[in-house]
């Protein structure tokens, strides 16, 4: 149900053309009201592609009617023309949406539309294609239409990602997309989220923070920081319900974990979900930093990868860190086993059993009570493969 | 001749069985003086090793007669029995040195003499075996082991790698292993060099910080750091002759500037040495920190070991920095074509030749007159065959 689980949404995936072997790339959700509050969080690149800056800036006024997406381009590094692109995206969008008159929301403008692409980087877009898709995306638009728009975002994903949580008479649901350039703040990955919880949209940005902030900026595949990543999340308050804070926010956390393990579990090239549990640490930023360090060592990623529980390359990620612990309390369990105590050699190593797909790592730095999980991925030559052959 | 190209310097590498396939494991370098004055740098990981930890201590009088290491085990995360193990090392190797009676430094204390160790983490180091290893070594100390001894430090290493470069009436030599883990503050590398200039442990010191910082420091293979790097320097003063500083310092950088390119050339796993210049920073930091960021980007190491130009993944790594930049001022040029001019699609893509080993990268930030360079590799299924394998 996707996008479209929440009343108040109709949504479409449709092929443009952009993509060159025809499949679906131009997705579209549209916010039917009564309330039309939104929220955003984008890329922390300092690279950020057109779409990013065009949608950042709409957002800033707490509203959106719709959300034009596509792959088959990431319209990033493209210069002026790529941004004025992107703004004839909105533009074209809201004429077509305002010709087509399904709504009553008091028509659409530009600068209440939100723009994400994705695809490769430094490629300006057909613009006549998208123009014509739109057109076409606004006459398929349809309350069932989610699974079509989650579908449409796809680039390198094997699978499309949808999610939907059930308040008590209200509905967050989501779709998502993402497999390589998956890192903190956030993934390579487009979100949308829709509720049709009746709520502001401080209250949908302050939940939508707390959610990303423990959900996608800890998935970190492979490192590497995507120009494009935005997730936006929709109210349509036609449920007529506002929920309590902390119940809605609980139901836009869930949805977001969910879509970020699937994003993990479809990332390019994976053998393994790796779990890495940092525990007694002196802060969660302390827990994160050692998190994400384990997370980013190719030597480890590679040892998983060969099932081989090598936790001394635990040890040597843990020490580039600025934490605080001492290296002689460091302890480290691979699936159940404390493969290290005291930081050195602790339980057989030949005990732990790695054939599964998921890798649970604890690191307990014996400095606090705070802690953080990270999720990353295995390092494998189908990563490789993929990666050295996207754009040729 | 590696380190005994030095006047006042012998060297020996023998098997002493720490390695299952008899492969030469052991190997000791002794300065005969009569200067005695060395320095060290040691890894910034804060889980040191067990011989790093004891040749930092030993360090601080300025002074070293000899320098035992062994491949086969690194003696990392070790506990307390590894650091016994290493201070029984070096009690071992001075009571044999002793017996031995071949120079007249005055006798040898363990408080003189380094330690290094490289090899799996995690594993104590089979004593009884150094122990006759060191006697047979000491029996073969010739002023032309040098070979033998880079030999016998190898681990991953698919050859052994020395440097030398003659000053007038004096010179400087050395010997290099690290194929892995190499990353910055330092590689997975043991380096001992050895002069016959007549030089005092201060400016040695000096002369060496100032080389591994541009040199060493900047090879960044595969971004993860060891337990155990270490990079000695010892003087003999054997010829008599104090170099002009400024002289002898370059001979110093000049002999680690060719010893890291070797560790970059037999990366393991590598087909591309990857060297990225960074033109026009704000400052010399912020040139490494991009530098840095870019040559851990594991998606652009994959696109260049697919020899594909993918300059988007260049500009996603600066983004990720704090360096001083404009994001429409950065310009790219890979292998002399700037596929990236001004933040956008500059020259074209297909005009760049990736076909040979070396593949330059600049990234121009725009933002001042410093510059840096930072060597890498790009990321192979052999990477990953080789890591995966490792210690299984």
């Known amino acids: 149900m996707s996008v479209t689980a929440a009343k108040g949404f109709t949504a479409a995936g449709i092929a443009a053309g952009i993509k060159e072997n025809g499949n679906p790339d131009l997705a579209l959700v549209v916010n039917n009201g009564p309330r039309l509050a939104a929220a955003g969080v984008f890329t922390s690149n300092r690279v950020k592609a057109a779409p990013v800056l065009w949608s950042e800036q709409v957002l800033k006024g707490g509203q959106l009617t719709a959300v034009v997406l596509n792959s088959g381009g990431a319209n990033a590094c493209t210069g002026p023309k790529g941004f004025q692109d992107t703004h004839a995206t909105a533009e074209k969008t809201a004429d077509s949406l305002n010709s087509a008159g399904l709504d009553d929301t008091g028509g659409h403008s530009p600068g209440w539309i939100a723009v994400c692409s994705t695809g490769l980087i430094g490629i300006l877009l057909p613009m006549d294609k998208v123009r014509r898709g739109i057109d076409k995306a606004v006459a398929q638009l349809s309350p069932h239409g989610g699974e079509k728009a989650a579908i449409a975002i796809k680039t390198t994903d094997t699978v499309h990602k949808t999610s939907v949580v059930q308040g008590d008479g209200w509905t967050v649901g989501g779709m998502a997309k993402g497999a390589g350039m998956l890192a903190p703040g956030l993934a390579t990955m487009l979100v949308v989220l829709t509720t049709d919880a009746d709520v502001d949209s401080d209250s949908l940005d302050k939940a939508l923070r707390a959610a990303t902030k423990v959900t996608f900026d800890r998935v970190d595949s492979d ?38 393990q699937q994003l993990i579990r479809d990332a390019e090239g994976a053998g393994k979900d790796i779990r890495i549990e940092v525990v007694n640490a002196a802060s969660e930023d302390d827990a994160v930093e050692v998190g994400r360090s384990i997370a980013r060592n190719n030597l480890l990623k590679c040892a998983i990868h060969g099932e081989d529980p090598n936790w001394g390359r635990v040890l040597s990620a843990i020490g580039t860190t600025s934490a605080a612990f001492e290296p002689d309390l460091l302890n480290v369990a691979i699936n159940g086993v404390w493969v290290c105590k005291n930081g050195s050699v602790g339980e057989d190593r030949d005990q732990v059993d790695m054939r599964y797909r998921e890798v649970h790592i604890v690191a307990d730095l014996a400095a606090g009570t705070e802690t953080a999980t990270i999720w990353t991925n295995d390092l494998t030559a189908e990563y490789v493969h993929e990666n050295s052959a996207y754009s040729s």
């Open 223 to 260: 490192g590497c920081m995507s120009t494009n990543d935005t997730v936006l999340l929709l109210a349509s308050g036609a449920s007529q319900i506002t929920p309590e804070y902390a119940e809605f926010a609980e139901a836009v956390r869930a949805v977001c974990d969910d879509l970020g």
